[in-house]
């Protein structure tokens, strides 16, 4: 069994391949998150002050509507700098983002204008995020976990990554590799920033890099077993 994650989602293969040991034969984590404390100073360097503390004060007022039991404070998921969303995107980025998504029935092909469209996208998907989660994630360290993998590891690391900082993936590469000197971590580097990595030419970089890993990981796992 191998786990495979991407960005947030490649965090979380990380916390399970931690948690399965044995069980799991390799990991791949794409464009991963792996530390809110670091993604939270590039935030704050990015945005500034003021901004973030506006999206921190929807974030507490949406906690404390939780535990009142009232309806929950949303915020924009993707939306354009100066907005007030959880990610704030360059007009590229954004079309990026939002070709992953088909969009609403009727809505126009142009894709950055769709940043602040809260109607429900094909498959029931919306552009918006509990405002909470922007306080749970600056909390959340799976780069924590990589030392205590059993199982080979890949990271896929995109170079002008803005959201999942390659200086933070190198930092939490050295301190893991320093806790435990015996682990099995590869890191491949693309020219791509963090939504490229999803459609064309980029994403068959990634994907022939990840599926090598994986054959020759799975491979020599089974090798290993029929031995």
Not at 47 to 73: F, K, N, W
Not at 135 to 160: F, T
Not at 196 to 202: L, R
Request: glycine letters at 10%; hydrophobic letters at 40%; charged letters at 20%.
């Amino acid at each position: 069994v191998a786990l495979w994650g991407s960005s947030l989602a490649g965090g979380h293969a990380i916390v399970a391949g931690a948690a399965l040991g044995d069980r799991v034969a390799a990991v791949v984590s794409q464009v991963p998150h792996l530390s809110g404390r670091a993604a939270s100073k590039a935030n704050l360097k990015k945005r500034g002050l003021l901004p973030v503390l506006r999206l921190g004060a929807a974030a507490v007022l949406d906690t404390l509507r939780g535990i009142g039991g009232l309806p929950p404070v949303y915020v924009t998921l993707a939306g354009k700098p100066g907005q007030l969303a959880f990610m704030q995107l360059a007009d590229d980025e954004l079309r990026e983002y939002f070709a992953k998504h088909p969009p609403p029935s009727g809505s126009s092909s142009d894709s950055s204008a769709l940043s602040g469209d809260s109607r429900p996208y094909q498959g029931g998907w919306q552009n918006r995020i509990l405002a909470r989660f922007a306080l749970e994630i600056a909390r959340y360290e799976p780069g924590s976990y990589i030392a205590k993998l059993k199982a080979p590891l890949l990271l896929v690391v995109a170079r002008q990554d803005s959201q999942c900082p390659p200086e933070a993936v190198k930092a939490v590469v050295a301190s893991s590799k320093k806790s435990n000197p015996s682990l099995d971590l590869t890191v491949e580097e693309i020219d791509a920033s963090h939504f490229q990595v999803y459609q064309g030419e980029k994403h068959e970089l990634a994907k022939s890099r990840e599926v090598a890993f994986l054959v020759g990981r799975l491979q020599k796992k089974g090798k290993k077993e029929v031995a």
